[in-house]
Nanobody, 124 residues
């Protein structure tokens, strides 16, 4: 069982930056793809970014490409999401997820483990 705890959310002005972190409780984290998803008020949960467990490839939603960077440190069981040039439409609860998967990284159904979420609010 992998437990995930996110941190780093908060309130920031448009154009600012935040860095989200996700700490996993188990040493099995290195064998899990890590993903970030978000849910804005009144909207469905959507994919943000993912980094694979086996070769470290990264995937991004078009809405965040070029602004967000996903990374991981397997030695520390930690994943990060660096968010730059934030926009008001980035306001959402951000969730860290992990799963031993090889494909369909954008699909939340592929992920087994989820964090509790951290609020990101971007003011205009």
């Amino acid at each position: 069982q992998v437990q995930l705890v996110e941190s780093g959310g908060g309130l920031v002005q448009a154009g600012g930056s935040l860095r989200l972190s996700c700490v996993a409780s188990e040493r099995t984290f290195p064998s899990n793809t890590m993903g970030w998803f978000r849910r804005a008020p009144g909207k469905e949960r959507e994919f943000v970014a993912a980094i694979t467990w086996n070769d470290g490839k990264t995937y991004y939603a078009d809405a965040v490409k070029g602004r967000f960077t996903i990374s991981r440190d397997n030695a520390k069981n930690t994943g990060n999401l660096q968010m730059n040039t934030l926009k008001p439409e980035d306001t959402a609860v951000y969730y860290c997820a992990a799963g031993h998967i090889w494909t369909m990284y954008q699909s939340p159904a592929q992920y087994t483990y989820w964090g509790q979420g951290t609020q990101v609010t971007v003011s205009s």
